[in-house]
């Protein structure tokens, strides 16, 4: 019988490419498997949460989940399917990335009780030598192998340095340590990662006839076709500092139809059935939002909490909704609710503005509004608000006594806005 882990991927479409996985399962034991992150950034962002959340249910499903930070790999860079090569980053930036990604892994996967492992493949790669390296993997890795990689094959032809290069073959030889020093038997990976995989595998097939396995999932993108956890403003992080909670809950809240119906089977940890049961629900009800609001709940609460998410909710329904300034001060801590890609920041001098016209004008020209001309005609619409008070006119004197924890909010109509920030 196929084990349930795996039928459950394939039933949520989480299958793109893999070897003959079913067998390593069909033995009834726990599978040792891993998954590597590079520290790239102080943060994972929502592209990073998909494989998180598989390896969460590779855990829930009794098997050990492996998380490898690449603190080696991740000062190389990895080509795959990159049209130029990446910047180096220090050791120190590395260091403090991958330290902050501990931190934030910890939060999201249990590692209690030997339930998970984390390393970092600094830990072999600074002991070994380059003599040693080309000895224990560059010998049974044929340059002709490395070019046949899809992932490659378009970086060969506009130029790729031999330090990218090697990067296949050290996140093989990374598999081929686990292997051997844990037993670690299965690669999870995005599509993009199937070249890199199979290197891994070779490679330990020929230093040790062991048969070892990979699994990759479909990368996720937009309606649009464009690459999902993207936005306007930049990534969606994972750490509350760079993106807050609000506005992660947002970013899946917006989601449309066609989005949230694919989304919600492969990011959300509920049974299979029970989201069966949402989409029908919402494919009666549309209007509901059930998907979106079900997708950004459970996964507000994941990453954040069950405080963050009824926060989130709250600030949505007085922001987006018919609420008055009265509501808006009930918000808590409303200067550092907002991800500071939707702020703007002002010394004091700005609370002499004569008008709201002038006041905006200067705070939230281009972020907000295109041009003066712009603001006026949104003015004359009734579509300007700021702390939830309607302008009526360009003429209409500003009041700095609307101020809320040091901020104006102020909105074009429902859905957009800006929050300026009075520096102290």
Known sequence: MEDGFIRDLKARSLVKDSSDVESLFFSGSYVKGYLGFDPTASSLHVGSLLPIILLKRFQMSGHIPFVLVGGATGMIGDPSFKNSERSFLSDDEVKYNVECIHKQLAHLIDFSSDRAVFVDNAEWYKKTNVIEFLREAGKYITVNYMCAKESVKKRIETGISFTEFTYQVMQGYDYYYLHTKYGVNLQFGGADQWGNITTGIELIKKKTSDVVHGITFPLITKSDGTKFGKTESGAVWLNRELTSPFTFYQFWINRSDYEAENLIKKYSLDS???????????????????????????????????????????????????????????????????????????????????????????????KLFTSNGDLRRSLSGGAVSVNKVKIKDDHQIFDKDLMVDGCFMVQKGHKNYCVVKVLV
């Open 272 to 366: 299979l059935e029970n989201v069966n049961k949402l989409i029908e629900e919402h494919k009666q009800h549309p209007e509901l939002r059930i998907l979106q609001k079900k997708i950004a709940e459970e996964l507000t609460i994941f990453v954040h909490s069950k405080e963050d998410y009824c926060n989130s909710v709250r600030m949505s329904e007085i922001i987006f909704g018919n609420s008055d300034f009265s509501s808006l001060k009930q918000i808590n801590d409303l200067k550092n609710a907002f991800s500071d890609d939707m702020c703007l920041s002002f010394g004091r001098d700005i609370l002499n503005s004569g008008t709201y016209f002038d006041f905006i004008s200067k705070t939230c020209i281009p």
